[in-house]
């Protein structure tokens, strides 16, 4: 998939379209979460990785690959601090957002550093920019656990639960709310892959 095909048919901010208001992502990754299928026993598998210096979980299998922030993004008018840019990724487009400032746990990348984790819904690529990614760890599904309180009101819709790992008990994030919001709440864009800078 790549060139205008690999963006056509995803939802990028901005362009002509605002960006949704907080309350409006609040509905949309909630309605997405809503429909989340019952956790799988046995082993689990995740990646985790620092928004800030909240550490969090995601389940390996959401994750289809992590990339270091590209030095080269196109920004996308009107998408506010939420979208970083769109990229050309080997001749595929990648819009590539803040996943902290989507959850409203304030930047993740604030400058040029961090990792994007890259997210596909009906095959079409997300990048979700963090602080850094630390490792993979393997957990037993029963020991998870219920989440700790509080951070913002954003994630606690995309939060499974939690597994102690080193003495704190950390969330496990679910992305597909994240993804299916952007791609269900932001205006429906077709940029020129030719004006997408490459990395």
Same mark, same amino acid.
């Given at each position: 998939?790549?060139?205008?095909?690999?963006?056509?048919? $995803?939802?990028?901010?901005?362009?002509?379209? %605002?960006?949704? $208001?907080?309350?409006?992502?609040?509905?949309?990754?909630?309605?997405?979460?809503?429909?989340?299928?019952?956790?799988?026993?046995?082993?689990?598998?995740?990646?985790?990785?620092?928004?800030?210096?909240?550490?969090?979980?995601?389940p390996?299998?959401?994750?289809?690959?992590?990339?270091?922030? %590209?030095?080269a993004?196109?920004?996308?008018?009107?998408?506010?601090? &939420?979208?970083?840019?769109? #990229?050309?990724?080997?001749? !595929?487009?990648?819009?590539?957002?803040?996943?902290?400032?989507?959850?409203?746990?304030?930047?993740? =990348?604030?400058? $040029?550093?961090?990792?994007?984790?890259? =997210?596909?819904?009906? @095959?079409?690529?997300c990048?979700? @920019? =963090?602080s850094?990614?630390? *490792?993979?760890?393997?957990?037993?599904?029963?020991?998870? &656990?219920?989440?700790?309180?509080?951070?913002?009101?954003?994630?606690?819709?995309?939060?499974?639960? #939690?597994?102690?790992?080193?003495?704190?008990?950390?969330?496990?994030?679910?992305?597909?709310?994240?993804?299916?919001?952007?791609? !269900?709440?932001? *205006?429906? =864009?077709?940029?020129? %892959?030719?004006?997408?800078?490459?990395?």
């Open positions: 998939m790549s060139g205008s095909g690999a963006w056509s048919g $995803t939802v990028g901010a901005g362009l002509g379209a %605002p960006a949704p $208001t907080g309350g409006e992502l609040f509905a949309l990754i909630a309605a997405a979460a809503a429909r989340r299928p019952a956790a799988a026993s046995g082993r689990w598998s995740g990646l985790l990785f620092l928004v800030g210096e909240r550490r969090l979980l995601v390996l299998a959401q994750v289809d690959l992590v990339l270091a922030l %590209p030095s993004l196109t920004p996308v008018p009107d998408s506010g601090r &939420r979208m970083l840019g769109i #990229a050309n990724h080997q001749g !595929t487009l990648l819009p590539i957002f803040d996943l902290g400032v989507l959850l409203g746990l304030g930047a993740a =990348v604030p400058g $040029t550093a961090g990792r994007v984790l890259v =997210v596909r819904r009906d @095959g079409c690529p990048g979700l @920019g =963090v850094a990614v630390s *490792a993979i760890r393997h957990c037993d599904a029963s020991a998870l &656990r219920a989440a700790p309180p509080g951070g913002s009101a954003l994630l606690g819709p995309c939060v499974q639960g #939690a597994f102690d790992l080193d003495g704190e008990r950390v969330p496990v994030l679910d992305l597909e709310p994240v993804s299916a919001a952007l791609l !269900t709440g932001l *205006a429906q =864009v077709q940029p020129d %892959p030719e004006s997408v800078q490459r990395w």
